[in-house]
């Protein structure tokens, strides 16, 4: 998660380069106060789709690959699955997991807040380094990643880590009434990516949640299992829940 200025500075960046509507921006600054939250459900997933209800557009993304590759100029972590460690010790040529890691790999923590409520995941996990010489201070910073090349392609492709394959979408788990695990998904909005757009309808990305829907559901699965075997672990704080502190 970003604070509000570190959006704006990478906003700042984002449109020296590519064109954002004035909405868009104001909206991913925080000026906006008639954000509305549109769930849809597909594929198992409940996605919430932003709208800026005064204006009665929806918030819709489609990617601008091979023109932009700006997620992986300015990554900011590469949290690791237990099932991407498999995958990609093999493919850096490691016939050892613990040497992997030790090599390729160090611990991140971080916070995510649920779009359109109160609940922060506190996640700690394995991370891919995004340079060879990361250091601890650097997570969460933007860095260009190591495996990005000249052409905007990804040298691990197609094993890279699961959160490459769902950026801009950020996604949790929730229990519904019946205590059964949902996964939810929104946009994660970074100021780093430029596909996002306006539109009166949904229907221009409906394609693109039902090509999502399975990998994110499954990103979440995974990440399930790596914490369930301590490759990492997550912690919910509901804030609904805390006592009083005004
Ligand atoms: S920054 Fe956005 S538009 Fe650009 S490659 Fe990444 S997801 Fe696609
Ligand atoms: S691993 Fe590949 S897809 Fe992921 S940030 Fe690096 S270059 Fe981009």
């Given at each position: 998660?970003?604070?509000?200025?570190?959006?704006?500075?990478?906003?700042?960046?984002?449109?020296?380069?590519?064109?954002?509507?004035?909405?868009?921006?104001d909206?991913?600054?925080?000026m906006?106060?008639?954000?509305?939250?549109?769930?849809?459900?597909?594929?198992?997933?409940?996605?919430?789709?932003?709208?800026?209800?005064?204006?009665?557009l929806?918030?819709?993304?489609?990617?601008?690959?091979?023109?932009c590759?700006?997620?992986?100029?300015?990554?900011?972590?590469?949290?690791?699955?237990?099932?991407?460690?498999?995958?990609?010790?093999?493919?850096?040529?490691y016939?050892?997991?613990?040497?992997?890691?030790?090599?390729?790999a160090?611990?991140?923590?971080?916070?995510?807040?649920?779009?359109?409520?109160?609940?922060?995941?506190?996640l700690?996990?394995?991370?891919?380094?995004r340079?060879?010489?990361?250091?601890?201070?650097?997570?969460?910073?933007?860095?260009?990643?190591?495996?990005?090349?000249?052409?905007?392609?990804?040298?691990?492709?197609?094993?890279?880590?699961?959160?490459?394959?769902?950026?801009?979408?950020?996604?949790?788990?929730?229990?519904?009434?019946?205590?059964?695990?949902?996964?939810?998904?929104?946009?994660?909005?970074?100021?780093?990516?430029?596909?996002?757009?306006?539109?009166?309808?949904?229907?221009?990305?409906?394609?693109?949640?039902?090509?999502?829907?399975?990998?994110?559901?499954?990103?979440?699965?995974?990440?399930?299992?790596?914490?369930?075997?301590?490759?990492?672990?997550?912690?919910?704080?509901?804030?609904?829940?805390?006592?009083?502190?005004?």
């Amino acid at each position: 998660m970003q604070s509000g200025n570190s959006v704006k500075d990478s906003l700042d960046m984002l449109v020296k380069k590519w064109p954002v509507d004035k909405k868009l921006y104001d909206m991913q600054v925080g000026m906006r106060d008639d954000i509305v939250d549109n769930q849809v459900n597909v594929g198992g997933v409940v996605f919430h789709v932003p709208a800026l209800s005064r204006d009665g557009l929806y918030v819709l993304w489609k990617c601008l690959w091979p023109d932009c590759h700006n997620c992986c100029e300015r990554q900011g972590r590469l949290p690791l699955t237990k099932d991407d460690i498999t995958t990609i010790a093999k493919k850096l040529g490691y016939d050892s997991k613990v040497e992997f890691v030790r090599n390729e790999a160090r611990v991140s923590s971080w916070q995510e807040q649920e779009a359109f409520g109160n609940i922060i995941t506190t996640l700690s996990m394995l991370s891919l380094k995004r340079k060879k010489d990361e250091r601890e201070e650097e997570d969460g910073t933007p860095l260009r990643c190591r495996f990005l090349d000249d052409k905007g392609y990804c040298g691990i492709h197609p094993d890279k880590p699961g959160v490459c394959w769902l950026y801009p979408f950020a996604s949790w788990l929730e229990s519904d009434r019946f205590g059964k695990p949902v996964v939810h998904a929104t946009f994660q909005f970074t100021g780093d990516c430029p596909g996002f757009y306006l539109d009166k309808s949904l229907d221009s990305i409906m394609p693109v949640l039902q090509e999502y829907a399975p990998k994110i559901y499954s990103y979440n699965m995974a990440v399930q299992r790596t914490t369930r075997e301590n490759y990492g672990f997550i912690n919910f704080v509901n804030l609904d829940n805390m006592p009083d502190q005004s």
